[in-house]
């Protein structure tokens, strides 16, 4: 079974739609995160879930909600979304969120998003 | 304040040469690691090596190898006899202390023609 999955692959949504991004490890890990990925720009970190609990929010506009009910899962529920958040949305877990040694991350396939 | 440089936006050679990715890097942190990732056109960031920077030995996994030079602060990244499969961005990364967010190169564009 794939690492990290993500669905679904490609998504076209109107600025008025709620839909919602998943994400899921099979690698026995206890964090997650979700990062932005748009044409010609660095990757953005949105979140992070450590434990099921979110230790970071990079100043993400409100439309984007994460939830991580178990530390295999995560989503991102979207809604009224901007033309801007076009971009591919990448899930990625890792062993945890240490301080004393990084831990490596491991990405999904990720989630193309298009909004109209 | 950290960062990750990768001054070649796009590389591109012909299959079977050899070519080399750069990578220097900013940081006050004694401790902190280095990785590489590689992302097809299919979208997937695919983890390569991580290395700590008291591990200054270089590494070699087939055609990759990696050479880490704290002295230059760079950790480039070499594929031997390059195939098409080898077509992607290449991402170098850094992370820092007790920090655990990673700092993103730009990435390098790397195109194997036939």
């Known amino acids: 079974e794939t690492g990290v999955t993500q669905t679904p692959r490609h998504l076209v949504m109107g600025m008025t739609n709620k839909k919602s991004l998943k994400c899921e490890q099979h690698l026995g890990h206890n964090a997650m995160y979700w990062y932005k990925q748009s044409a010609k720009k660095p990757l953005e970190l949105m979140f992070v879930?450590?434990?099921?609990?979110?230790?970071e929010n990079n100043s993400v506009p409100s439309r984007f909600s994460p939830e991580c009910p178990n530390s295999s899962h995560l989503f991102l529920h979207l809604h009224t979304l901007q033309p801007e958040d076009s971009a591919l949305y990448l899930c990625a877990s890792s062993q945890g969120v240490s301080g004393s040694q990084a831990e490596t991350q491991y990405f999904g396939p990720g989630t193309r998003l298009l909004v109209l | 304040a950290q960062k990750v440089t990768q001054a070649q936006t796009e590389i591109s050679v012909v299959e079977k040469e050899d070519v080399t990715l750069d990578c220097v890097y900013e940081?006050?942190?004694?401790?902190?690691?280095l990785f590489w990732y590689k992302q097809p056109p299919s979208g997937e960031l695919v983890f390569l090596i991580r290395r700590n920077s008291f591990d200054e030995q270089n590494e070699i996994s087939g055609r990759y190898s990696w050479n880490f030079q704290k002295s230059t602060s760079s950790f480039n990244f070499t594929i031997t006899a390059s195939q098409v499969v080898d077509s992607a961005v290449y991402f170098c990364?850094?992370?820092?202390?007790?920090?655990?967010?990673?700092?993103w190169g730009a990435g390098t564009k790397l195109i194997i023609k036939p």
């Open positions: 990364a850094l992370i820092g202390g007790s920090n655990y967010q990673l700092i």
């Open positions: 940081t006050r942190d004694t401790t902190y690691y």
């Open positions: 879930y450590n434990f099921k609990e979110q230790t």
